[in-house]
């Protein structure tokens, strides 16, 4: 008893020890390597005689690991280390001992920094009632983006696969990025928001390497919608160029096809991408099993712009007299962006003249307004 005893004392103490190591050794700089491949170990079936020397490299079992450098060494790891090796897989980015090239840890993911900054840290707050005059868009959207990621058991029933993604088209100002905005709050997903001019980069494969990190990311914050504002910046149609930047850009726009082509039907992953000009966009992005959903966002009618305002002017003191259906008569070729215009001016125009609520002369000299500015910015570009 006494010796057992005091063989456990050794062994406690060698543990001891040896957990001593694994702290030291986490506690030191780590090489960082990549996983090339995972091999499975099986012992050589050839029995030993008896008194023969048993290579024990040749007796082990299971997984053994090949795994690349950041000084360009591959090396074989018979022994992973002191991680489980069913949780690798290929390219997954971890740490190494220096000396005996023993993974230590598994390291995050590694993204470029320009990618993590389109990730929108404060979920989105706008709601559809924001939204006025848009009803039949709301509908096509929350059918083709937000059913499918919290109510995937109806597609299944069916048998109907859902869109993987979907175009916003319309003039400037129509409500394209606040519908995105709503539609992501709605499905409590991860909001990605990414502007096609900064998929334009300068360096050979920088655009690419962008979109291709964009939506790895996008898989390991699932659910996520990926936003692509401005598309026709990167998805124009191909021309022969002899310009290294045009074909820098068809090389982002390919990459963006291949990753749309890439990621299945995924119910916890959706591209929006938005364009005011459809009419430049390249065919190939604009087919079935890319961008599915084709909706449009046209002017507001006169019944849907007395909604803006109202949905823009009902934080504000308004006078009851203030004729709404007038107003909208008014604004014939407004957008929705030049309607919220409308309401800040004549806010403004009543706080100059110290008034506690906003009358209709305030909204009608908010309208004069936001006209006279629209005419000078046309006659300036004109």
Do not use: W
């Not at 823009?312 to 957008?335: G, I």
């Amino acid at each position: 008893m006494q010796r057992t005893n005091l063989e456990l004392e050794s062994y406690k103490e060698k543990v001891k020890e040896n957990q001593e190591k694994i702290k030291l050794n986490k506690q030191l700089p780590y090489l960082v390597g990549n996983i090339v491949e995972i091999l499975e170990m099986n012992p050589e079936d050839e029995a030993e005689e008896d008194g023969a020397n048993i290579d024990l490299d040749s007796q082990r079992k299971g997984k053994c690991v090949v795994l690349k450098t950041s000084t360009r060494q591959t090396i074989f790891l018979p022994v992973v280390g002191l991680v489980d090796p069913d949780k690798l897989k290929p390219g997954d980015l971890v740490g190494v001992n220096k000396d005996s090239y023993l993974i230590l840890d598994t390291l995050p993911s590694e993204y470029d920094s320009r990618v993590k900054a389109m990730e929108v840290d404060e979920k989105p707050t706008e709601d559809y009632n924001d939204i006025g005059g848009l009803e039949k868009q709301i509908q096509e959207l929350v059918e083709a983006i937000v059913l499918p990621m919290t109510h995937k058991e109806r597609f299944q029933k069916l048998g109907v696969r859902p869109p993987k993604g979907v175009l916003l088209y319309g003039p400037p100002g129509t409500g394209k990025t606040l519908m995105a905005r709503a539609c992501a709050a709605q499905t409590n997903a991860t909001f990605l928001k990414l502007a096609g001019p900064q998929l334009v980069q300068m360096f050979i494969g920088d655009g690419a390497k962008l979109v291709r990190d964009a939506f790895q990311l996008a898989k390991e914050k699932s659910p996520c919608i990926i936003f692509i504002d401005e598309i026709d910046a990167i998805g124009t149609k191909r021309f022969d160029s002899e310009v290294s930047g045009d074909r820098e850009v068809q090389r982002t726009m390919l990459e963006l096809l291949n990753q749309l082509d890439g990621f299945s039907s995924d119910e916890r992953i959706k591209v929006i991408a938005a364009t005011n000009r459809a009419d430049i966009l390249d065919p190939a992005l604009m087919r079935s099993g890319r961008l599915d959903r084709k909706i449009e966002f046209p002017h507001p009618t006169e019944e849907a712009r007395a909604r803006i305002l109202q949905i823009h002017s009902r934080k504000m003191n308004v006078h009851p007299d203030v004729n709404f259906e007038e107003l909208a008569r008014s604004t014939d070729d407004f957008n929705g962006a030049q309607l919220k215009a409308v309401c800040v001016e004549a806010g403004m125009l009543a706080l100059r003249r110290d008034a506690t609520e906003v009358n209709h002369e305030d909204f009608n000299e908010g309208i004069i307004q936001v006209q006279a500015k629209k005419k000078a910015s046309l006659n300036y570009y004109a």
